[in-house]
């Protein structure tokens, strides 16, 4: 797509003094197996990664900003926020799904399952990717009371807009492109059937939306390309990849804190610094519930997503000592093999 300046990619100034001399910036589109597909200036290109890239921590995903060499990707410029997913096992690294993502549309329906609580929990997800959310709530169109769902997720999402939709009739979508400036970058969130691919397109005002066209003919396995990267008529960028369905919790209590600012400002009453808000005394949080300020299924909820981030903080740090211990005999190995020339 020629004819795209770079700061419509959503390029900065900061980026630009990130950039090693001699390269031209792209940005990710796509990833295929150690493939690029990136945008540039220039127009689309296909970008093979350098040795040192092939991370699924740190080398390159969908929305990050690459330095080319021709036709050859060297750097991943540093990241704004970060969307990670933690692949199963103990072991096993986190994955990079998206990055620079400036704004996290939280997407749920305004109809169907009790929605508050999975709000909750992907707000955590968004606040501690380092991006700012916004909650989404579609299908306007089936709901018969719209302000009284829309001021329940609003008590439980402060700080954060609470924008009502429907990709049918396109009521409340002015509101959701007003979130999304030219050269911003925004990604979509939600449990399956909601409503993203729909409110994707309805953004786009054409089907963008993610196909995967599999084949096998014999000869392998072919995937067509199908950009993950979307401009937006309004000058705003999409991200819509398939990572971004499966997200889990980061391993930072950040992220829940601010999701959850009003307990955490409760918490920080409580008399006691380490104050584990059951049985201790002057618990600031334990007055509230007591005194019904605090909904008790938000409090459970706060607890749950706490214990799981710190879960995640294990997890990680098992997989540092891990890493270390895989290091150092490698380090043993390589010092028997070769006696004098270690260190
Ligand atoms: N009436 C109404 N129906 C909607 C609206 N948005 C989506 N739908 C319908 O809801 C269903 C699910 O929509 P999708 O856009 O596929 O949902 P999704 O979140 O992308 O689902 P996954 O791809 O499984 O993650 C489809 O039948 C849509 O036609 C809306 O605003 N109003
Ligand atoms: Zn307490």
């Avoid at 100034?13 to 690029?36: F, I, K, M, T, Y």
């Avoid at 909650?135 to 018969?144: F, G, I």
């Avoid at 980061?250 to 009453?269: I, K, N, S, T």
């Avoid at 459970?300 to 990680?316: F, G, N, P």
Wanted: with cysteine.
């Amino acid at each position: 797509m020629p004819g795209v300046e770079l700061p419509d990619l959503g390029w900065t100034a900061d980026r630009a003094a990130a950039l090693p001399a001699g390269c031209e910036p792209g940005r990710v589109a796509r990833v295929d197996r150690g493939r690029l597909t990136v945008r540039t200036a220039a127009g689309e290109q296909r970008a093979a990664l350098a040795a040192g890239l092939h991370d699924a921590a740190t080398g390159p995903a969908v929305g990050d900003w690459v330095a080319l060499r021709g036709e050859l990707a060297v750097a991943v410029l540093p990241r704004t926020s970060a969307f990670t997913r933690t692949a199963a096992g103990r072991t096993s690294a986190a994955q990079v799904v998206a990055a620079n993502v400036d704004t996290v549309l939280v997407v749920d329906a305004l109809i169907g399952e009790a929605r508050v609580r999975r709000i909750e929990r992907y707000l955590a997800v968004a606040w501690s990717s380092g991006a700012a959310p916004a909650v989404v709530l579609t299908k306007a169109d089936l709901c018969p009371d719209v302000p009284a769902v829309v001021a329940q997720v609003g008590e439980d999402a402060p700080g954060v807009p609470v924008l009502p939709v429907s990709s049918v009739t396109g009521a409340g979508l002015e509101a959701v492109r007003a979130l999304l400036p030219p050269g911003g970058t925004a990604a979509m969130v939600g449990p399956s059937g909601v409503g993203k691919s729909s409110l994707a397109n309805a953004l786009a005002g054409r089907a963008v939306a993610v196909t995967r066209d599999i084949r096998d003919d014999g000869r392998g396995r072919h995937t067509t390309t199908a950009r993950e990267l979307h401009l937006l008529p309004g000058g705003g960028l999409l991200i819509d990849t398939p990572g971004m369905r499966e997200l889990g919790l980061r391993d930072d209590a950040d992220g829940v804190d601010r999701a959850f600012a009003d307990v955490a400002e409760l918490a920080a009453g409580c008399r006691y610094r380490d104050c584990a808000h059951r049985t201790e005394p002057g618990c600031a949080v334990a007055a509230a519930l007591e005194a019904g300020r605090l909904d008790p299924a938000r409090y459970t909820s706060w607890r749950k997503l706490q214990a799981e981030a710190h879960r995640q903080e294990l997890r990680v740090d098992a997989r540092a000592r891990a890493q270390e211990r895989a290091r150092l005999r490698a380090l043993h190995r390589a010092q028997r093999a070769q006696p004098n020339r270690v260190r």
